[in-house]
Nanobody
Framework: QVQLGESGGGLVQAGGSLRLSCVASGRTFSNYIMGWFRQAPGKEREFVGVISRSGGETYYTDSVKGRFTISRDNAKNTLYLQMNSLKPEDTAVYHC??????????????????WGQGTQVTVSS
């Protein structure tokens, strides 16, 4: 099992930026494809993006392409989500998660095993 802890959320005006971090412990971080998800009040948890084990490949949901960037530092056991040009509709609790696959980029929450507690991002208009 991997323990995950997110940080970096907060309140920001539309058009602003935030950088979220997710620190992992417990098992070898670099063994895992990592995903970011978000959940707005009253809505289901939705896929944001995913990164390969090496960090060389990423994939994003259409609504954040060109605005969000996922990266990782395996030496620091840390995953990042750089969010630029934020919109009010980006308001949600953001979670990082470990994928159960070693090669496939899944957008399904059921394909992710370990989850952090989340960090709140609020974008005001």
């Amino acid at each position: 099992q991997v323990q995950l802890g997110e940080s970096g959320g907060g309140l920001v005006q539309a058009g602003g930026s935030l950088r979220l971090s997710c620190v992992a412990s417990g098992r070898t971080f670099s063994n895992y494809i990592m995903g970011w998800f978000r959940q707005a009040p009253g809505k289901e948890r939705e896929f944001v993006g995913v990164i390969s084990r090496s960090g060389g490949e990423t994939y994003y949901t259409d609504s954040v392409k060109g605005r969000f960037t996922i990266s990782r530092d395996n030496a620091k056991n840390t995953l990042y989500l750089q969010m630029n040009s934020l919109k009010p509709e980006d308001t949600a609790v953001y979670h990082c998660a470990t994928s159960t696959s070693v090669s496939y980029f899944s957008q399904n929450v059921n394909d992710y095993a370990d989850w952090g507690q989340g960090t709140q991002v609020t974008v005001s208009s």
